[in-house]
């Protein structure tokens, strides 16, 4: 049973636009959600995350938005660039423990 | 660089063969995690040691023996595997297991495949 979940598999965007992914989970108990960033031959590292007692996050041009009544989170980076590209994997965890449940992930193609 | 160093980056393995996974960490943390990432699939938890103590089996196959001589290493045993156990294995560390909002450190992985 898969609490996080990740759809449209693949994105491709133009260089300066914007890419905008998305994120639905089914356990109510998450309070914590975080962004994770993939390469290619290496591990995945943590770009951004959210408490739910926030509905917006922003780190330069990396936002996260929650909304909790929907149980969906998005992340928006702006303006796309080449260095981008990557497979970004969405999680949360809920009170108590690390346990972080991981949806299949995302991959951006950013165009130059 | 993210502090987590995994060892060996490739594994290839017979299904009668015994290795071993090394993980180290070197940002202090007292929590280490072993995920499994399997091709379109979601990474799964297999186990956490929280200041060397299992805490968390995630239900996986004995003949994945994880093990914790200390907070910075953990080792994954490897002995008998299928070939549907060929995937990426990742360690990760976190501060502490029980601290909520703590995001994961990352290894590079081990790319393990099973012939």
């Known amino acids: 049973d898969q609490q996080v979940k990740q759809n449209s598999p693949s994105l491709s965007v133009q260089e300066g636009r914007i890419s905008i992914l998305n994120c639905d989970y089914t356990n109510s108990m998450f309070d914590y959600f975080l962004w994770y960033k993939k390469y290619p031959a290496e591990g995945p590292t943590f770009l951004i995350s959210?408490?739910?007692?926030?509905d917006k996050n922003e780190d330069g041009r990396f936002t996260v938005f929650l909304n909790k009544s929907a149980k969906h989170l998005s992340l928006h980076i702006v303006p796309s660039q080449p260095g981008d590209s990557a497979v970004y994997f969405c999680a949360a965890s809920a009170k108590g423990n690390n346990r972080l449940a991981f949806g299949k992930g995302n991959q951006v193609v950013v165009i130059p | 660089e993210t502090g987590v160093t995994q060892t060996p980056r490739h594994l290839v393995m017979g299904m009668t063969n015994k290795k071993s996974l090394k993980c180290e960490q070197h940002l202090g943390h007292n929590a280490m995690y072993w995920y499994k990432q399997s091709a379109k699939k979601p990474l799964e938890l297999m186990f956490v040691y929280n200041f060397k103590e299992q805490t968390e089996n995630n239900s996986v196959p004995s003949r994945f023996s994880p093990e914790c001589p200390n907070s910075s290493h953990l080792f994954l045993h490897l002995h008998t595997l299928q070939p549907e156990d060929s995937a990426l294995y990742l360690c990760a560390s976190s501060r502490d297991w029980r601290a909520t909002n703590e995001k994961l450190f990352f290894g590079s992985g081990t790319q393990l495949s099973v012939l």
């Open positions: 959210i408490s739910s007692i926030k």
